[in-house]
């Protein structure tokens, strides 16, 4: 089944740790993205790619990296987690030039204490 | 910059009026305008979408408007029920290159 998975879903770290937030997707998606979130809030796109090989900075500064040496596969890295890290996280996919709309996994809600 | 701003911010409508969002962007070289829907705890998700090729699109109790000299459309949803509460995002997307979120609008539909 075409889906877009994260993991993990829910994650709790201290201070200073690193940590790597995981998206997968199974649509042959070229375009693929991360979104900062607070609950029902405003999405803040920080990272994108239009293929591998591809990344770009989104519109919020974000001090995490992110890279794409598989198309289906788009890791998220913080190297030094902190407390304003906390918010949720979300991976969407997109083809270009076809079906345009995004979709959006499930979400990763990252607590940094 | 481009950007696109979405009213109102939250909306509380009585279960079977309407309700109305709106939003304006400002890259006029958008040409794709989507809406999702995020329910509480869960992943925003397309609900119907608009190509600037057309004036107005309609499934079931929703339907989206575009007016392009203004740069503005709208999300119209008729008997409103109470799973139409939620957050609902426009979006202008110039080709697939970029896409731009408005701020979301909380709608919440009273029993």
């Known amino acids: 089944e075409a889906d877009i998975y994260q993991t993990p879903r829910y994650l709790v770290i201290g201070t200073g740790k690193k940590i790597t937030l995981e998206c997968s997707q199974t649509m042959g998606h070229d375009k693929m993205y991360w979104y900062q979130q607070d609950p029902g809030m405003e999405l803040h796109l920080i990272h994108y790619?239009?293929?591998?090989?591809?990344?770009e900075k989104g519109d919020l500064s974000s001090e995490s990296t992110v890279s794409r040496i598989r198309t289906e596969h788009f890791p998220l890295t913080l190297e030094s987690a902190r407390p304003s890290h906390t918010s949720q996280y979300l991976c969407?996919?997109?083809?270009?030039?076809?079906?345009?709309?995004?979709?959006f996994g499930p979400g990763t809600r990252l607590t940094v204490t | 910059g481009e950007n696109v701003e979405q009213h109102p911010s939250t909306l509380s409508v009585q279960e079977g009026d309407s309700a109305v969002i709106k939003c304006t962007y400002s890259?006029?070289?958008?040409?794709?305008f989507p809406w999702y829907k995020q329910e509480l705890g869960k992943r925003p998700q397309l609900i119907i979408d608009?190509?600037?090729?057309?004036g107005e699109k309609k499934d079931q109790r929703i339907a989206v408007t575009l007016n392009k000299t203004a740069k503005h459309f709208s999300l119209h949803i008729t008997e409103t029920q109470p799973e139409d509460s939620a957050v609902y995002f426009c979006a202008a997307e110039n080709g697939g290159f970029k896409t731009i979120f408005g701020a979301g609008t909380r709608l919440f539909v009273k029993a």
């Open positions: 890259d006029s070289a958008s040409n794709y």
């Open positions: 608009i190509r600037s090729n057309v």
């Open positions: 969407a996919s997109s083809e270009p030039y076809a079906e345009l709309q995004q979709y």
């Open positions: 790619s239009y293929g591998v090989n591809s990344t």
